[in-house]
């Protein structure tokens, strides 16, 4: 199968592939970068950047983390980081993934569109109101990320009432991906809920909209699984576990040995104080924290809303935007590696060029 263009809003991808967001730090200026610049969607993670190039962009830190939102999801450190991507792809369309749980999601949605992003892509809950960010920018394309036909019919019915506008594309998430589930434990085992499933009921309810491109997620390795995907009906795919394996991938070398050092047992839904699931490795952190050993919980960063400033991290065990920021800064007694159910099969790294060849081409 030759894999053919595919337009999202103004916007169109040389290839059907999306490389999926993923922070603290993983997925940053380099990686998406060198993905758009050949072709895919290079997707910057906003979340944490205030850890970008060694906290320069931070106004005020505590116990040399950022300080508050407006230092962890700094602005200054985004818009950086979109001109060094923009340094690498040039005017290839790039986006940015906001979660939708994070604190301050308006304002950070508004910083990307300012940075120069031209899709932002939303997950973690239901964006319900992410047209309201970017009425200053009609041309940046709208991603809502969803896990049924349900949660898309109810996003489109409410922009379309409130808005005037649906989704220029979606991402549907099954419950093999890295990181964040849009679903509980049980159902990320049960049959219905696998994403082979998942994806023609999802394109039906996105034909009653005129067609929006659908791109699946969550386990997606190489070229089979895409043209599986696309025979099922999705338009592309997106991809973020893979693309760790690169020499471009942001993250520390450490994080990066993780994962090639990990066994598939190895991975593994954690507890998470955002309230879903969460896929990732298990290190020493997750012993630490089974046997309520881990480190102290102090809410430097005021990360995301659903935690509480910091109740749910104390009733699961650890802070999340400490542990993520210590993967991305290569510490493995402490840091949190989310990666998706395929994790394991990274044996060593690959440039993003290659991996785009392999992916296009098949290996």
């Not at 434990?185 to 909209?209: D, H, R, S």
Request: glycine share 12%.
């Amino acid at each position: 199968m030759e894999l053919k263009p595919v337009k999202i809003g103004k916007y169109t991808l040389k290839y059907p592939i999306i490389q999926g967001g993923m922070g603290v730090g993983v997925s940053w200026d380099r990686l998406a970068g060198h993905v758009s610049l050949e072709g895919g969607l290079g997707v910057i993670s906003s979340v944490g950047t205030g850890y970008y190039e060694n906290q320069a962009y931070v106004d005020k830190q505590v116990a040399g983390r950022p300080l508050e939102v407006e230092n962890f999801y700094s602005k200054k450190a985004l818009m950086k980081i979109f001109e060094n991507a923009r340094k690498i792809c040039g005017d290839a369309p790039l986006a940015s993934n906001v979660l939708y749980a994070i604190n301050d999601y308006g304002r950070v949605v508004e910083d990307s569109c300012e940075a120069g992003a031209d899709m932002i892509i939303t997950g973690a809950g239901l964006p319900t109101n992410m047209p309201e960010f970017t009425a200053n920018f009609p041309d940046v394309a709208l991603i809502p990320i969803v896990s049924s036909p349900k949660a898309l019919r109810l996003i489109c019915r409410r922009w379309e009432k409130r808005y005037g506008r649906i989704p220029d594309g979606v991402i549907l998430e099954g419950p093999l991906s890295g990181g964040h589930q849009g679903f509980t434990y049980e159902q990320c085992q049960m049959e219905e809920y696998q994403l082979e499933n998942l994806i023609g009921p999802v394109v039906e309810e996105a034909k009653n909209w005129g067609g929006i491109p659908v791109f699946a997620a969550g386990g997606i390795w190489d070229k089979s699984d895409i043209e599986r995907c696309i025979e099922l009906g999705a338009s592309g795919v997106q991809m973020g576990t893979r693309f760790i394996g690169t020499y471009e991938c942001d993250a520390h070398q450490n994080f990066k040995d993780v994962l090639i050092n990990a066994k598939k047992e190895d991975i593994l839904l954690l507890k998470s104080p955002v309230g879903y699931p969460a896929r990732g490795v298990r290190t020493n952190l997750i012993d630490l924290v089974e046997k309520r050993e881990g480190p102290a919980i102090k809410c430097i960063s005021n990360c995301v809303a659903p935690c509480k400033r910091g109740v749910e991290a104390k009733q699961v065990g650890y802070c999340i935007a400490d542990r993520l920021s210590d993967a991305y800064m290569g510490n493995k007694e402490l840091g949190l590696y989310f990666t998706g159910s395929n994790g394991y099969r990274i044996d060593g790294l690959i440039s993003v060029k290659e991996l785009m060849d392999r992916l296009v081409n098949g290996e």
